[in-house]
Nanobody, 119 residues
Framework: QVQLVESGGGLVQPGGSLRLACAAS????????MGWYRQAPGKERELLAR???????NYADSVKGRFTISRDNAKNTVYLQMNNLKPEDTAVYYC?????????????WGQGTQVTVSS
């Protein structure tokens, strides 16, 4: 059973920081592109940041300069360092990954972790 398990969400004051982690587990041959999305109430899920297996990154304009995505390929884990958080960053955050199993690439989602930015 392959799954993505997220951790690190919570309540933080405006201007604060959080670090999210997402670990892929199970029978995985390789981990390809990984990314972080978020979905606020009443809004569509949006892509925040993406990182390839080689480490190339891209970001949504809304988080560029504040969020940093990174990965540890040995641990099949992707991270999202979030700095200078704002109330509008409040949402459920999801990780997403393209994982190769038995020669076929599949797309997986994490269960989501709540991030609340409030004073």
């Amino acid at each position: 059973q392959v799954q993505l398990v997220e951790s690190g969400g919570g309540l933080v004051q405006p201007g604060g920081s959080l670090r999210l982690a997402c670990a892929a587990s199970g029978s995985i041959a390789s981990t390809n592109a990984m990314g972080w999305y978020r979905q606020a109430p009443g809004k569509e899920r949006e892509l925040l940041a993406r990182i390839t297996s080689g480490g190339s990154t891209n970001y949504a304009d809304s988080v560029k300069g504040r969020f940093t995505i990174s990965r540890d390929n040995a641990k099949n884990t992707v991270y999202l360092q979030m700095n200078n958080l704002k109330p509008e960053d409040t949402a459920v955050y999801y990780c997403n990954a393209w994982l190769r199993r038995v020669g076929v690439e599949y797309n997986y989602w994490g269960q989501g972790t709540q991030v609340t930015v409030s004073s």
